[in-house]
């Protein structure tokens, strides 16, 4: 239902304005990925009752 919801906000949207759509690609769809992963993730930890601090890493070699 939520896709349906998105197409229909698009086309309406296009078709308001005149403007021609812009696909945002596959790295788009990567992000929103990751970005879910680590929501769950710390969703996860939550659950288990832990406290949960996230920093970005400051060692470039660390993967």
Not at 28 to 45: D, F, G, M, N, T
């Amino acid at each position: 239902m939520a896709v349906t919801h998105k197409i229909l906000v698009i086309a309406w949207n296009l078709l308001s304005t005149g403007a021609f759509y812009d696909d945002p690609g596959a790295a788009a769809a990567i992000k929103v990925s990751k970005e879910q992963q680590r929501r769950r993730a710390i969703r996860q930890l939550e659950a288990l009752g832990l406290t949960v601090t996230v920093e970005p890493r400051t060692d470039p070699g660390a993967a």
